[in-house]
């Protein structure tokens, strides 16, 4: 993930604990949030489509470019990175006082806050990446940062299901609170790089808060973000009705706990580190390929359960292909995104392509739980595996032809 380039500052042992507690605690919460809380509403009697517009509660994600620039520009990151760190667990020490219950408002409101902390985290987090990485660097370094992000989710979505299924909310938050304590304690001994000097690159006063868009309308810019909605489009499609699938499927809360929690959890980081080392040593445009027509590939696992071929051994090998693939797709897009953001203004522009990230996954979401309900799951996943195929191609093609940014065609090939 994050292998700084100012050794003195900090050891790279640290550098590497530090960034992933940190993509790690912004996974956990999400992860208990996206993975866990729909199969105990699926099994509370939720509609498909009604549990698709929990991803409207991921908002913050969506529009953090709005106050990125704020954040990317003002204060140091150690301040901001305490002070949200802090925040998350002291949200958990609350929730966990409180009486929640299934389809709760004040459950669905921390699902609300819990995005807007962590959100905010990721354009710190991510600034600070792209700053000191160089574009050799960034495919290992995206390896241990989606590495540790799944991680996160795989514990939140895996370990804390197991908890909440075995005890109650106030335990369950509990644990919560401890592993985000846990993933803050590097933070305290983060001494930062030098910042660079004011200029012509920084905005100031009010044109903070305008920054973003004249980020957004830069040359390359837009139609990255088009290139990103063809390639994730499909593969959120599928991937936002796993769970209910596998609980539909007469799959227990403590059998998904432990498929997407050790299993899946050991799937991912191996995704991750295989993502990372192949974006290394073959460059962008064969990892893209391999990593986004592999996901594709395993999805077609999904849709033989969906056709109830197989039996229950079916759905514990595509968790474990999807968790290699997945990971190794988010990578290799997450490295491509660090090469078209410009460093002077790093936060801004990754946070952007990150939003547009976000909303393709909530659209995504929404139409396949809709098409879930309409059509069911085998009909649904065929459709999201055609769409995840033919726009991981169609990336490939575009920029073999039209490259976005010098940046991006620097290292491309």
Same mark, same amino acid.
């Given at each position: ?142 390896g241990i940062q989606v590495g540790a992000y799944r991680l996160g989710m795989i514990l939140g979505g ?98 998904? /706990?432990?498929?997407?929690?050790? +299993? $899946?959890?050991? @799937?991912?980081?191996? !995704?991750?580190? #295989? %993502?990372?080392? =192949? ?74 392509? /990150?939003?547009?990230?976000?909303? +393709? $996954?909530?659209? @995504?979401?929404?139409? !396949?739980?809709? #098409? %879930?309900?309409? =059509? ?38």
């Open positions: 993930m994050m292998l700084m380039k100012d050794s003195s500052q900090n050891s790279r042992a640290h550098q590497i604990t530090l960034l992933a507690g940190l993509y790690a605690a912004q996974g956990l919460p999400f992860g208990f949030f996206s993975l866990a809380l729909p199969v105990l509403l699926r099994e509370a009697g939720w509609s498909l489509t009604e549990i698709s517009l929990l991803q409207f509660l991921a908002l913050p994600w969506a529009i953090k470019f709005l106050w990125a620039p704020v954040v990317d520009h003002h204060g140091s990151r150690r301040t901001w990175l305490l002070a949200l760190q802090c925040a998350a667990c002291g949200a958990a020490l609350l929730l966990s006082q409180l009486g929640l219950q299934t389809g709760s408002v004040a459950l669905f409101a921390a699902v609300f806050l819990f995005n807007l902390i962590a959100a905010t985290q990721d354009i710190v987090t991510d600034g600070l990446a792209v700053r000191l990485l160089d574009a050799r660097e960034r495919g290992l370094a995206n895996g370990l804390l299901l197991w908890v909440v299924a075995r005890t109650n909310w106030q335990v369950m938050f509990l644990c919560m609170a401890a592993l985000l304590a846990v993933s803050t304690l590097p933070v305290w001994t983060l001494r930062e790089p030098p910042s660079a000097p004011v200029g012509a690159h920084k905005p100031r006063g009010r044109a903070l808060s305008v920054a973003w868009l004249h980020r957004a309308l830069k040359p390359g810019m837009l139609a990255f973000a088009g290139l990103i909605f063809c390639y994730r489009f499909g593969d959120q499609m599928v991937s936002s009705l796993l769970t209910p699938f596998l609980s539909d499927q007469g799959v227990g809360k403590e059998t998904i /706990a432990l498929m997407k929690g050790a +299993v $899946g959890s050991g @799937a991912s980081v191996s !995704g991750a580190m #295989l %993502g990372g080392w =192949l974006t290394f040593r073959v460059g962008r445009r064969l990892a893209m390929l391999v990593s986004g027509l592999g996901q594709a590939a395993c999805f077609c696992l999904y849709i033989a359960a969906a056709l109830g071929m197989g039996d229950v051994s079916l759905l514990w090998a595509a968790t474990v292909l999807e968790g290699v693939t997945g990971t190794m797709a988010s990578v290799a897009l997450f490295t491509l995104m660090m090469d078209a953001a410009d460093p002077q203004h790093a936060g801004t522009d990754y946070t952007l392509l /990150a939003s547009v990230v976000v909303l +393709v $996954g909530g659209l @995504a979401g929404l139409v !396949g739980g809709v #098409l %879930g309900d309409a =059509l069911g799951y085998a009909p649904t996943f065929i459709i999201g595996t055609m769409l995840s195929a033919v726009g991981c191609v169609f990336l490939v093609w575009w920029l073999d032809r039209h490259p976005t940014h010098a940046r991006v065609a620097q290292a491309w090939r």
